[in-house]
T-cell receptor, first 116, second 116 residues
Framework: EPEVTQTPSHQVTQMGQEVILRCVPI?????FYWYRQILGQKVEFLVSFYNNEISEKSEIFDDQFSVERPDGSNFTLKIRSTKLEDSAMYFCASSYPPRTGANVLTFGAGSRLTVL | AQTVTQSQPEMSVQEAETVTLSCTYD???????LFWYKQPPSRQMILVIRQEAYKQQNATENRFSVNFQKAAKSFSLKISDSQLGDAAMYFCAYSNYGGSQGNLIFGKGTKLSVKP
C-alpha cells in the first residue's frame, strides 16, 4: 500500500537554526499538508498546499514557516529560525479529494523536532 | 470554532472483548465529516472509519463501528473482538464539508491497551 514517507525521523537542533523537514507524498495525490503535535497536546493543522501554492494555513503558520514542493515529488516544511516552542512531532499528509464524500488524508509517521 | 473532545486519556480492554471510545464535538455546521484515526507506537496515523454527517446510518468497517448521535454531537467508536494489534492511540477528528476538508480538527487522543 502506498505510504507517505518523512525524513528525518528525529532531528535535534539549536535554537535559532534553520530546519527543513522532508516528505514524499503519495505519487498521485494532489493536496499536501503539514500538521504538528506538541508533546501532550492535540495534533494541529499548519498548512495545506495545492497546485504549487498554499491553499489554507492556520494562525500557527507564521512567517517563520514556509513550504515548498521543489521537484514534483518532495514536499518540505522549513522553519527559518527555530524556537524552543517549535519542539514537536511534525506530520506530513497527502490526499486525493474525491468528487463527493470525505477527503481522506494519508499521514506519514512523523518527524520529531527537538530544539535545544 | 469547531472543537473535538476525547474525555478518556487511556482505556484498557481484554483481548476478544468489546471497548467503546468516546468523542464529542462542537460545531454550528450541519454538514461535516468525522473520522477515527489509529496511531500504533512509532507508526503513522491510519484511517479506521469515517462518517458523513448527512448520513443517518452508522458507519461500520469489520470489527469497528461508530455510534453517531448528531443531535448530541457524539461520535463514539466501538471495537469488537479486540485484538492485540488494536493497541494504539486513537484520535477522533472533524472536518468541514467543502473547501477546508484538509483542515482536520483533532481530539487529544485515547491510548488503548489490549490485555492478553
Amino acid at each position: 500500500e502506498p505510504e507517505v514517507t518523512q525524513t528525518p525521523s528525529h532531528q535535534v537542533t539549536q535554537m535559532g537554526q534553520e530546519v527543513i523537514l522532508r516528505c514524499v507524498p503519495i505519487s498521485n495525490h494532489l493536496y499536501f499538508y503539514w500538521y504538528r503535535q506538541i508533546l501532550g497536546q492535540k495534533v494541529e493543522f499548519l498548512v495545506s498546499f495545492y497546485n504549487n501554492e498554499i491553499s489554507e494555513k492556520s494562525e500557527i503558520f507564521d512567517d517563520q514557516f514556509s513550504v515548498e514542493r521543489p521537484d514534483g515529488s518532495n514536499f518540505t516544511l522549513k522553519i527559518r529560525s527555530t524556537k524552543l516552542e517549535d519542539s514537536a512531532m511534525y506530520f506530513c499528509a497527502s490526499s486525493y479529494p474525491p468528487r463527493t464524500g470525505a477527503n481522506v488524508l494519508t499521514f506519514g509517521a512523523g518527524s520529531r523536532l527537538t530544539v535545544l | 470554532a469547531q472543537t473535538v473532545t476525547q474525555s478518556q486519556p487511556e482505556m484498557s480492554v481484554q483481548e476478544a472483548e468489546t471497548v467503546t471510545l468516546s468523542c464529542t464535538y462542537d460545531t454550528s455546521e450541519s454538514d461535516y465529516y468525522l473520522f477515527w484515526y489509529k496511531q500504533p507506537p512509532s507508526r503513522q496515523m491510519i484511517l479506521v472509519i469515517r462518517q458523513e454527517a448527512y448520513k443517518q446510518q452508522n458507519a461500520t468497517e469489520n470489527r469497528f463501528s461508530v455510534n453517531f448521535q448528531k443531535a448530541a454531537k457524539s461520535f463514539s467508536l466501538k471495537i469488537s473482538d479486540s485484538q492485540l494489534g488494536d493497541a494504539a492511540m486513537y484520535f477522533c477528528a472533524y472536518s468541514n464539508y467543502g473547501g477546508s476538508q484538509g483542515n482536520l480538527i483533532f481530539g487529544k487522543g485515547t491510548k488503548l491497551s489490549v490485555k492478553p
